[in-house]
């Protein structure tokens, strides 16, 4: 057996040679390193990845607003006006009794104004002030925030898990379609090589005499459709693997090819416990849920208008005419408010309750739909199991009898319209073979992924590659 390197050895080699700009092997990408790839870089896992990532910084802020907050300023003031100044001094611890006017007081004249005072002239101050705020208890506004950033937090995470699956799935519908694709080209070299034969055995027939012109003309017109068959093909194929390409980030000057086919496990369990399966499991109902709670919660910060809030503050300051002798200061305190008339504040909750129920509404009718949707892919999975073995039987009767029609033929008892008649019958049950595979490997990709167990250990590579003879496995 040929040493195989782990996948994500062989992945990160990948990746390593894309960056570099060396040359890539031209062994094939198995469906785990599609996956491994397109998980890297698509775009829709990156606005994932950056929601979650916004989503945590909203839980850090909320958080934030739970602890003190500390600020430090300077400031640098010139000024004349009276009581300017006499704070000024007062702050500095510089006030004296000629600031009162002390030098100019008289008994017998009191109405005269004081004119240190009153008229201090220029005078400035340089302040320093530490300040911390303290949050002790705002109507569990703060701790409802929190709780509803978690939630938020959830959904996106959840979010992040849908958008991985609905991704894994986009894969698995491209990987497999190139691999259709790959099987359908064989399909119609196969027709072709028929068709060549039949223009040959014609062209023989002819010269017995056995065949006038217009039949072997018939043959010829076959072999032209065989043809046109094959330029179809290779061009579904180009774009099966452009569509792949895409997903997956692969550089355009580089040949993209693919290893054997995968087939998603047909979950066995009945229906209704798929069903339960999906409403617990489901990435896109569970981001829904905690989009509810984040509703829910945002009544709770609502609400907190109508409640008193409580903080407490504390400061230090420095204040000097100079910068290296500054007097000390500081202050506590505490602060009670209670917002006793508002009447924007039963709007707010107002629209609080109605984003709730809106959320609860979504959610009712997501689970109604997946439901459905559960029941309508668990059926058509099964079916498309049905039609495959029915196909691949249809394939091996009608190879047997175009086998026996052509024999009849290369004796001159069969007609070239019996006989091309048999032949684009193979030829059309061949194709609708290679359909019915692809649609079981799609349907049952989509069930995995309505119950929310779609990722790659639920998708299995087929024993063998299917081949244009019998296209069987």
């Known amino acids: 057996m040929p040493f195989r390197p782990h996948k994500k050895i062989r992945s990160i080699s990948i990746v390593l040679l894309m960056a570099t700009g060396a040359s890539l092997p031209a062994a094939a990408l198995d469906f785990n390193q599609c996956v491994d790839l397109a998980l890297r870089q698509n775009p829709e896992m990156l606005v994932a990845h950056a929601r979650q990532a916004e989503a945590q910084g909203a839980v850090s802020e909320a958080r934030g607003h739970l602890l003190p907050k500390l600020a430090a300023s300077f400031s640098a003031s010139q000024s004349n006006n009276a009581l300017t100044v006499f704070g000024m001094k007062l702050s500095q611890r510089q006030a004296t009794f000629n600031d ?3 030098g100019q007081f008289n008994p017998n004249a ?12 220029g005078y400035h101050n340089f302040g320093t002030k530490l300040q911390m705020e ?8 703060i701790r409802g925030r929190i709780d509803q950033a978690r939630a938020m937090l959830e959904a996106a995470q959840s979010g992040n898990t849908m958008a991985r699956q609905k ?7 491209a990987y497999d379609g190139v691999v259709a694709a790959d099987t359908s080209i064989e399909v119609a070299d196969k027709a072709r090589q ?3 034969s039949y223009v040959k055995t014609s062209r023989s027939l002819l010269a017995r005499g056995v065949l006038i012109k217009s039949d072997l003309l018939s043959a010829e017109v076959y072999l032209e459709k065989a043809e046109l068959a094959i330029e179809s093909a290779r061009n579904a194929r180009a774009n099966a693997l452009d569509n792949l390409a895409t997903l997956i980030g692969w550089p355009e000057e580089k040949t993209l090819t693919v290893d054997g086919p995968v087939r998603p496990i047909l979950p066995a369990a009945p229906l209704s416990s798929l069903q339960s399966d999906a409403m617990a499991q489901n990435a896109g109902i569970v981001a829904l849920r905690h989009q509810v709670k984040a509703a829910q919660e945002g009544i709770g910060i609502a609400r907190a208008a109508y409640l008193p809030h409580i903080n407490a503050m504390a400061n230090q300051e420095w204040n000097g005419r100079t910068l290296g002798n500054a007097a000390p200061s500081y202050t506590v305190g505490g602060e009670v408010t209670w917002n006793m008339l508002d009447f ?3 709007g707010s909750l107002d629209r609080a309750r109605a984003k709730h129920e809106q959320t609860l509404a979504a959610l009712q009718e997501a689970q109604d739909k997946l439901r459905l949707e559960v029941a309508q892919v668990w059926r058509s999975a099964r079916e498309a199991a049905l039609r495959v073995r029915m196909r691949e039987l249809a394939v091996r009767q009608m190879e047997e009898a175009q086998h026996m029609v052509r024999l009849r033929y290369e004796n001159g008892i069969e007609t070239v319209t019996g006989l091309l008649r048999g032949q684009a019958e193979l030829d059309k049950t061949r194709a609708e073979l290679v359909s019915a595979r692809y649609a079981e490997a799609t349907d049952r990709g989509a069930l995995l992924l309505a119950i929310g167990k779609l990722n790659p250990q639920e998708i299995v590579g087929v024993s063998s590659v299917p081949t244009a003879e019998g296209v069987s496995q």
């Open 344 to 346: 924007a504040r039963g």
């Open 167 to 173: 991704l894994v799935y986009a894969v698995l519908k």
């Open 194 to 196: 028929a068709a060549a």
């Open 100 to 102: 009162f006017g002390a």
């Open 134 to 141: 303290i949050p002790i208890w705002n109507g569990g506004e």
């Open 110 to 121: 009191l109405g005269v104004a004081p004119t240190g005072l009153d008229q201090p002239g």
